[in-house]
């Protein structure tokens, strides 16, 4: 299994400022995975992280407002920018295929952001 | 199209009791994940059923697929307390199996 250490584990922001938030797992991987959960409801994927690349952002996201970084194959940061409320969320960081296991997910702890 | 829908959204049973949250999901997969999720923390991972396999037990877990159906189903026999959380169906977006979409998920609640 996989061992991910998310940080900050929650924060209240003050609306149009800026939070990172930052992953590290215990393990070389090439992608790394960036999930925003909204209250109560699911979690949808950001973006996915590649070593040496510009990250690859899913429909409704952009790079302005969520930068990220991949410096190594065990480290990336999320920044959440000029944040409204509407981005108070759990923002969640995974990797998969860790430990021989080719299909599972695993998760950091999660980073509850609260914006007001 | 959504892939991976649970139901029922909530539910609310007594310690003892088993606990059944489906799934759906709209296209072919290789297979269907569970996880868990704790008070909004990290998912964990439950069980994996293959797109050929039919059932698959691990502990007081018992996970059903459906492919003709498109649905799967988790029984929690026995439930407890610390059952109490979500539960998430997820299914891969691509063929490499990296890239998950999540259900709505089930929130369970198991009262003492």
């Known amino acids: 299994s996989a061992v991910i250490s998310q940080k900050p584990s929650r924060d209240i922001c003050q609306r149009g400022t800026s939070l990172t938030i930052q992953c590290q797992v215990d393990s070389q991987v090439t992608m790394m995975f960036w999930y925003r959960q909204q209250p109560g409801q699911s979690l949808t994927l950001i973006a996915t992280a590649n070593q040496g690349s510009e990250a690859t952002y899913e429909s409704g996201f952009v790079i302005d407002k969520f930068p990220i970084s991949r410096p190594n194959l065990t480290f990336s940061t999320l920044t959440v920018s000029n944040m409204s409320p509407e981005d108070s969320s759990i923002y969640l960081c995974?990797?998969?295929?860790?430990?021989?296991?080719?299909?599972?997910?695993?998760f950091g702890q999660g980073t509850r952001l609260t914006v007001v | 199209s959504q892939q991976g829908e649970e139901d029922p959204q909530a539910l609310s049973i007594q310690e003892g009791e088993n606990a059944t949250m489906n799934c759906s999901y709209k296209t072919s997969i290789n297979n269907l994940q569970w996880y868990r999720q704790n008070s909004g923390r990290g998912l964990v991972h439950l069980i994996l059923?293959?797109?050929?396999?039919r059932e698959k037990h691990s502990g007081r877990l018992r996970v059903t697929l459906d492919t003709s159906k498109k649905s799967s189903s988790l029984l929690i026999t026995a439930s407890r307390a610390a059952d109490t959380a979500s539960y998430f169906c997820a299914t891969a977006r691509d063929n490499y199996g990296q890239n998950f979409v999540f259900g709505p998920g089930t929130r369970l609640s198991v009262l003492p």
């Open positions: 059923i293959r797109s050929n396999e």
């Open positions: 995974s990797v998969v295929g860790i430990g021989g296991t080719n299909t599972e997910a695993f």
